[in-house]
């Protein structure tokens, strides 16, 4: 077997629970389409196509922030405060990353569940960078800067025996390989709080304002997360709208597959670029790069909502000559004019990542889209000349 890294024999392992046998989806279960189906509200695309690919053909999660927006800096209009406050379950990153949502979110109903994705148990959480440059990930040894949820090691045999409608202990379980070697540290607070189902979430009547400071939003950029983020979904929907259960545990089985098999494609995609320094726009691809060894080495603005300063040009404008940086990606959600004032006077290339999809339709296939594009314009731009 090829020797893949942790964060991939992570999704790996995620997708063969979905291998585990299944009770058949009583006929017409599936094709319930809206009425029955549960409300859910959704902040971001890619979460929103993780939670429409576990809803496909039961129902359709709503979508706030769309197109070009930013989470950083988004408004909620009447009609999405409205769809917020019918929801059955509300899924979003954190409070960090939807400021928005802090206050609304403290308005809904007791019967209306909140799905904290960086409060989830197991998922892989990496700490801020500081400063505008940084040294690169290590390929291979990426889990240093972890900080993980999970205290609890596991061994893959232990789920031999594991029923496949026992998803309270999937969010360890797809993290197993991942969690052997991590250091635990502040981020473990979410621990402290109980859960019925995944440590994310809260009933709308408690105080949880979890701040999780210092820790990277980003979490979806890492396709092993994005596995996590669909069992975390899948628990919530199971106890929600239990007539459908089989329905989401089925298409759970189908999307875990997907991004397995979108893993191998885009490892072998990257590794004629791993290695090369680049720089990004805002800091939200470390988990893009410990996952698939790549070799960032600065951003521009740690939050895109922030001007960098004259300090701060120089900085990575140094950065760029020390290290030999041949690409510096812009993204679609903001002006591009900061990045044109950093490579005038150089020969460094450009290019474009997005981490939200901005020109991707919303969907059940969109965030694997989202991977595959960041990935692709890693190549293009990175490949050049080689």
Not at 32 to 58: C, E, F, L, R, W
Not at 131 to 142: L, N, R, S, T, V
Not at 225 to 238: C, K, Q
Request: proline letters at 5%.
């Amino acid at each position: 077997m090829p020797d893949f890294s942790p964060v991939f024999r992570r999704v790996f392992f995620a997708a063969s629970l979905a291998t585990l046998p299944l009770i058949a989806i009583p006929a017409g279960s599936a094709s319930a389409h809206g009425d029955d189906a549960p409300k859910v509200v959704t902040s971001i695309k890619p979460i929103h196509s993780i939670a429409s690919a576990i809803m496909k053909d039961i129902g359709e999660p709503a979508l706030l922030v769309d197109g070009a927006s930013s989470p950083h800096a988004y408004s909620l209009r009447p009609s999405e405060a409205r769809a917020l406050s019918e929801a059955d379950l509300v899924v979003y990153v954190s409070h960090s990353l939807e400021g928005f949502l802090q206050k609304p979110l403290q308005t809904l109903s007791k019967s209306s569940h909140q799905l904290e994705l960086v409060a989830v148990e197991g998922m892989a959480l990496r700490k801020m960078r500081d400063g505008g440059a940084w040294e690169a990930h290590q390929h291979g040894d990426h889990d240093e800067d972890h900080a993980e949820h999970d205290d609890h090691d596991h061994d893959h045999d232990e789920h031999d025996d594991h029923a496949h409608g026992d998803h309270d202990d999937h969010n360890e379980h797809a993290h197993d390989d991942h969690d052997k070697d991590h250091h635990h540290d502040d981020a473990k607070e979410a621990d402290d709080h109980d859960h019925d189902h995944a440590a994310g979430t809260h009933d709308s009547d408690e105080d949880h304002h979890h701040e999780h400071g210092g820790i990277d939003p980003h979490i979806w950029m890492d396709p092993a997360n994005g596995a996590s983020i669909a069992i975390a979904i899948t628990d919530e929907l199971v106890e929600i709208d239990p007539e459908h259960a089989d329905a989401y545990r089925d298409n759970l089985k189908t999307l875990l597959a997907s991004l397995t098999s979108l893993g191998n494609d885009l490892r072998q995609k990257v590794a004629p670029i791993q290695g090369k320094p680049y720089v990004v726009f805002h800091d939200a691809y470390q988990y893009l790069e410990a996952g698939f060894g790549l070799t960032a080495v600065g951003s521009i603005t740690v939050s895109p909502d922030q001007k960098p300063g004259a300090k701060r040009l120089h900085e990575i404008e140094d950065k760029i000559r020390d290290t030999g940086a041949v690409c510096i990606f812009a993204e679609p959600q903001f002006r591009p004019a900061v990045v044109q004032a950093v490579v005038s006077d150089t020969s460094i290339r450009t290019g474009t990542l997005d981490p939200l999809g901005a020109d991707l339709k919303a969907g059940p296939d969109t965030y694997q889209q989202i991977l595959a594009q960041n990935v692709d314009a890693l190549v293009d731009c990175l490949g050049q000349g080689s």
